[in-house]
């Protein structure tokens, strides 16, 4: 039995589908940015994980949902993904990550609350190097968003953890660090 409450239901499944099958993950995205008190509206649930083993069907043979493989390609931030859904549910995109450095983001992630749910969520400036890594037009308006929420030593971590991103992440945050004290100075 599910313990989510109404939408959520299908993320407590995944997650704890995940942890009984010792697969560590971590909530980020717009309700992982919600638990931090910053809101906007999202249609799903994003889950970090690095285990490849959930890349199987047998692996998610008996879940009580859809569960919808994605092979990323060498060209993709990540290495695939499971989007999972179930009628009266928000889906949950569990992405597979292929570096390093997100392993480290899942070990500094810490117990939060969400709706009732007490789950693993990515730290402040952790959320921050994912939506950097991704790159889009709504991630960049979240790096703003989350940026204004960091204090100084949030921001003392991020800048320690920049240095694992690829080039053109660094560049993004240093213009968007620029468009933000330029807005400030209106």
Do not use: H
């Amino acid at each position: 039995m599910s313990r989510g409450v109404g939408s959520l239901a299908l993320l407590a499944d995944a997650v704890g589908w995940l942890t009984r099958r010792r697969v560590k993950c971590g909530l980020f995205g717009a309700f992982a940015m919600a638990t931090y008190g910053i809101a906007r509206f999202t249609g799903d649930a994003d889950l970090l994980v690095v285990d490849g083993g959930i890349l199987s069907s047998a692996f998610w043979r008996g879940f009580p949902g859809e569960a919808r493989l994605v092979w990323g390609n060498g060209e993709d931030p990540f290495a695939g993904a499971v989007q999972l859904s179930r009628s009266q549910c928000i889906t949950v995109d569990i992405v597979i990550g292929r570096f390093p450095w997100q392993c480290r983001l899942l070990e500094r992630a810490q117990w939060r609350q969400l709706g009732g749910l007490r789950l693993q969520v990515l730290q402040l400036p952790d959320l921050i190097l994912t939506k950097l890594f991704a790159g889009g037009v709504q991630d960049r308006a979240d790096v703003l968003l989350l940026m204004g929420a960091l204090d100084a030593r949030q921001r003392r971590q991020l800048a320690a953890r920049m240095r694992v991103l690829p080039e053109d992440a660094r560049k993004l945050y240093r213009e968007l660090v620029a468009l933000a004290a330029s807005r400030q100075r209106v």
